[in-house]
């Protein structure tokens, strides 16, 4: 009987599972306090990434990574997110109308 490795397998489920999670929390993130909050995605993507440079566990090392590079995009995906809300396909808050001028 081959042995059957499960590592890739729980990885995509693991990636699909958190972008799926930091999609909707961009676009709150970027509704309550605009793209200003950047620093926070970069904290939290460079301690991920730190700690997936360091455990020796290489399925929680690649999940790590994933979340990393996940963190990553969403500050980028934080301006796409603004540019998506001046097109009007996403809802202002009216409360920071101001940034939303060019």
């Avoid at 090392?61 to 603004?82: G, H, M, N, P, R």
Wanted: with cysteine; aromatic share 12%.
């Amino acid at each position: 009987m081959p042995e059957i490795h499960l590592d890739g397998l729980f990885i995509a489920i693991a990636t699909f599972i958190i972008i799926g999670v930091f999609h909707p929390i961009v676009i709150h993130a970027e509704y309550q306090w605009g793209a200003k909050c950047w620093p926070a995605f970069a904290i939290l993507g460079a301690c991920t990434l730190i700690v997936a440079l360091i455990i020796d566990n290489t399925l929680i090392s690649a999940i790590l990574s994933v979340l990393s590079c996940t963190l990553f995009w969403c500050i980028k995906e934080l301006y796409d997110q603004k540019k998506r809300v001046q097109k009007g396909w996403f809802p202002m808050n009216p409360k920071r109308k101001d940034t939303y001028k060019n």
